[in-house]
């Protein structure tokens, strides 16, 4: 498939220690979906500078666009922007429109705009900010990189922004049937179908389901056309199977 | 902290595409916690033999074990296995032992035990075979990789399976406060701490729930009673938080 690609690097401490189960990957993979854009790699690393900039390094290069999430807070352990600044290798310092964004707020929300909170207007040189509708501090984009917050609401609301400025591909669809079956009894007639559908992206998903074995058939591509053929095909084949 | 590492490879179409969200990565961190194993990193990688092969041997020469989840299954798109032989270099085949268990399962089962069956007896060279109590398709351990279902009770019972045979370290422990204030106004006290107890990992988590913002502060490390300090100091500068 030709559509662009994307990566996203999780800096995710409490991922990998197993205190949080991650939702932004999966709300970026639906939203990269909808839009034509293909995520093709996910990294976690920890809350480490080093290790973020070398994921990231190898990321920014390999594909055509890196989401980032988490670690641009105001405290200690947010090290994310000055990572990535190293990452770049560009200097980061506080910038005057991402504070007069946080002193605005601060205002509003009757809060003192300590030396923590200017944390988060630290933002690399040359990069260009991503609003945050919900808390201010800002997120940024610098080169094909666009480093967001990890709080899932305002994760999703920077999404939100950076989405319409990318350029997207034919858009991903699929189609899905469920089948009483296991998949190792029709794994051979799947194969034959992959077969005569290359172009097409032919999936199974085995499950058990109160003792009963089954499995979830995902066909994927961007000619609708050719997918609604591979499903008559496959629905014709499995006539007591669900779409 | 000096305990053993681990890192995780997803083989996820189905988690890059927004399908499914991950299940097995949150239970395999939090597992590997209470064995005293520091889970370091994870990549989600599609189903593309090349892509795996690769990633593979990036994280089997950085940690000391890894484990991998999903592309094990019968059908034509179930390639881990032939890609885990091609990283380390040995050639893979249907085995005996492998064979049988999965002669007996189908037998018991009334099932027949197909060509495509039959694939998921295919072991690369020299490795181990992990135990599958659910539908006796088989993981396997090749140096110190554990190759395992993505299905997600296959993966957990196989994980119960490897976790005594790994050398665990010192448990990671950690404890929880939860703060009724944004994380900004907290990031000056939560720094003197972290700086007070370097041995310790100190991170903090910002929420914003039904329009009040709060931080939950986690306190990690190995040493119990260092935790418990940390955790005394703590509660004394917000008197009025929820452990």
Redesign the interface.
Same mark, same amino acid.
């Given at each position: 498939m030709g559509n662009p690609t994307a990566a996203m690097l999780v800096i995710g401490? %409490?991922?990998?220690?197993?205190?949080?189960?991650?939702?932004n990957?999966?709300f970026?993979?639906? &939203?990269?979906?909808k839009h034509g854009i293909?995520?093709?790699? !996910?990294? +976690?690393?920890?809350?480490i500078p080093g @290790?973020i900039a070398e994921a990231l390094n190898a990321l920014r290069g390999g594909y055509d666009t890196v989401f980032t999430s988490g670690g641009i807070?105001?405290?200690?352990?947010d090290i994310t922007a000055d990572a990535v600044a190293a990452a770049f290798g560009v200097p980061i310092d506080v910038r005057e429109d991402a504070r007069a964004l946080m002193a605005e707020y601060c205002d509003k929300m009757g809060?003192?705009l300590? &030396?923590?909170?200017l944390?988060?207007a630290r933002i690399p040189e040359g990069a260009k900010l991503i609003e945050n509708p +919900?808390?201010a501090a800002p997120g940024f984009t610098i080169g094909n990189v666009h480093v967001m917050a990890? !709080?899932p609401?305002i994760f999703q609301a920077m999404v939100a922004g950076v989405l319409p400025t990318l350029t997207g591909g034919d858009a991903?669809l699929?189609q899905n049937l469920t089948v009483q079956r296991? %998949?190792?009894? +029709?794994?051979?007639t799947?194969?034959t179908l992959?077969d005569a559908f290359p172009d097409l992206? +032919?999936?199974?998903?085995?499950? !058990?389901r109160d003792g009963v074995?089954g499995t979830n058939i !995902?066909i @994927?591509g961007t000619n609708g056309a050719r997918i609604d053929a591979a499903m008559a095909q496959l629905s014709a084949l499995f006539p007591e199977a669900a779409a």
């Open positions: 401490d %409490e991922i990998l220690s197993g205190r949080t189960r991650d939702a990957m999966h970026l993979a639906g &939203e990269l979906v293909r995520l093709a790699e !996910v990294r +976690i690393v920890p809350d @290790r807070g105001p405290t200690h352990d809060r003192e300590k &030396e923590a909170r944390r988060m +919900i808390s990890g !709080v609401s991903l699929s296991a %998949e190792g009894d +029709i794994a051979a799947l194969r992959a992206s +032919i999936g199974s998903y085995p499950f !058990v074995y !995902v @994927r």
